[in-house]
């Protein structure tokens, strides 16, 4: 079975400055894909990054860096320059290409203060 | 590419009464929608799973009376609560896997939040 965690609590950033949000899974599987997703409060999920599992660089989108270590099951994402829109809970989660199912973890708030 | 249009946005009903929620692929074909329920400051957590033109499929400890879900076409998955009591208030989205140009995702709707009084 899949497993996806996060544990950091909750998260103050200063603006600008960058965020690291931690994402460690447990899967038997070799062929699998890591997502991370931003809620705000809107509720919607947006997209941020995806990493593969045989992808040998690490992701990036934008302010957005996904540190992949393959040997270590971790894909903590990296926010850079941080902004007060980024305030939201992020999801890391995770499919395994047996299935189309998606793995959540417990997700983290981050608040960005100025 | 690949949106899924979800309402209604939010709904507040009676206690007894059922709700019908939608998800309608745009630009796409959704052969499968995954249905999820969430509570404040909680995951999502999987409700089922329908595929297009079969039974749904549905998670452990999901009632499949209480919740029904109709996949009758390929740009549309629908959740009908029925006979609503206040627990079953929470946050509804759906999202379904995608490829589009060789990439491989999932879309989400914009969610339901449901208020049951």
């Known amino acids: 079975a899949q497993k996806i965690t996060q544990t950091q609590p909750g998260m103050f950033v200063q603006e600008k400055e960058a965020v690291t949000l931690d994402c460690t899974y447990d899967t038997s599987d070799q062929s699998y894909g890591l997502f991370w997703y931003k809620q705000p409060s809107s509720g919607e999920m947006i997209f941020l990054i995806y990493?593969?599992?045989?992808?040998?660089q690490n992701a990036t989108e934008g302010r957005y860096s996904l540190n992949f270590q393959k040997a270590r099951k971790s894909a903590n994402l990296v926010i850079s320059a941080s902004q007060l829109g980024d305030s939201a809970m992020y999801f890391c989660?995770?499919?395994?290409?047996?299935?189309?199912?998606?793995?959540f973890g417990k997700g983290n708030q981050v608040v960005v203060i100025p | 590419g690949a949106v899924v249009s979800q309402h209604p946005s939010w709904v507040i009903c009676k206690s007894g009464t059922s709700v019908k929620i939608e998800c309608r692929s745009l630009d796409f074909q959704a052969t499968t929608m995954f249905w999820y329920r969430q509570f404040p400051k909680q995951s999502l957590m999987l409700m089922a799973t329908s595929n297009e033109g079969s039974k749904a499929t549905y998670e452990q400890g999901v009632e499949k009376d209480k919740f029904l879900i109709n996949h009758a076409s390929l740009t549309l998955s629908t959740l009908t609560v029925t006979s609503a009591h206040p627990e079953d208030s929470s946050f509804y989205i759906c999202?379904?896997?995608?490829?589009?140009?060789?990439?491989?995702?999932?879309?989400f709707g914009s969610g339901t939040r449901l208020t049951v009084v």
């Open positions: 990493q593969g599992s045989y992808d040998e």
């Open positions: 989660a995770m499919r395994s290409y047996g299935n189309n199912r998606l793995a």
């Open positions: 999202s379904a896997p995608f490829i589009l140009q060789g990439s491989y995702g999932y879309t």
